[in-house]
């Protein structure tokens, strides 16, 4: 069965500083999702990724896939508290579209110190 | 900006006893999801419902599971007899052909 595996799996970084997240899967992904989530609460769907070498961008938060795709990261630039929470990956657990089941990522916890 | 929405958000329950957890999706979507989080570890998937009837589900959605939507506006999670390991956070998704999924922000179960 497919595994997707986050580094790290927690970071602190200073207000301001640039910070990357991977998600590498132990399978070819047909479709990468990159989640926020804060404490407690639900998931927030930040980005769709679903070419080899495809890069999205939303405001300060970039995510790409690379060309093989097995790998995929989350960048954010200039990092803001409310940047803070958990950031999940999430790929098709089948062949296909979004449509399917998702398996997720072990989570990268990220804190932003003022 | 539409979305999901689950009730209710914390559910304290018994061992043994039914509990039924309900969720509204989101209201043009066709494809709906019940997740699972279990304090500390990853969201794990239990059930895909599409076109009134389960189109996959995992190895934990077992016989004590059930889904239903009830009406057209209403997806519900049941399960039958509680165990103390079904203490989890759950939470429902929708979405449209070919979309991302959008999640609730779940119901706290908690199992005594």
Known sequence: ?114 | EPEVTQTPSHQVTQMGQEVILRCVPISNHLYFYWYRQILGQKVEFLVSFYNNEISEKSEIFDDQFSVERPDGSNFTLKIRSTKLEDSAMYFCASSDYGQPQHFGDGTRLSIL
């Open chain 1, 1 to 114: 069965s497919q595994e997707l595996e986050q580094s790290p799996q927690s970071l602190i970084v200073q207000e301001g500083k640039n910070l990357t997240i991977n998600c590498t899967s132990s399978k070819t992904l047909y479709g990468l999702y990159w989640y926020k989530q804060k404490y407690g609460e639900g998931l927030i769907f930040l980005m769709m990724l679903q070419k080899g070498g495809e890069e999205k961008s939303h405001e300060k938060i970039t995510a790409k896939l690379d060309e093989k795709k097995q790998q995929s990261s989350l960048h954010i630039t200039a990092s803001q508290p409310s940047h803070a929470g958990i950031y999940l990956c999430g790929a098709p657990g089948n062949y296909g579209g979004a449509t399917n089941k998702l398996i997720f990522g072990t989570g990268t916890l990220l804190a932003v110190q003022p």
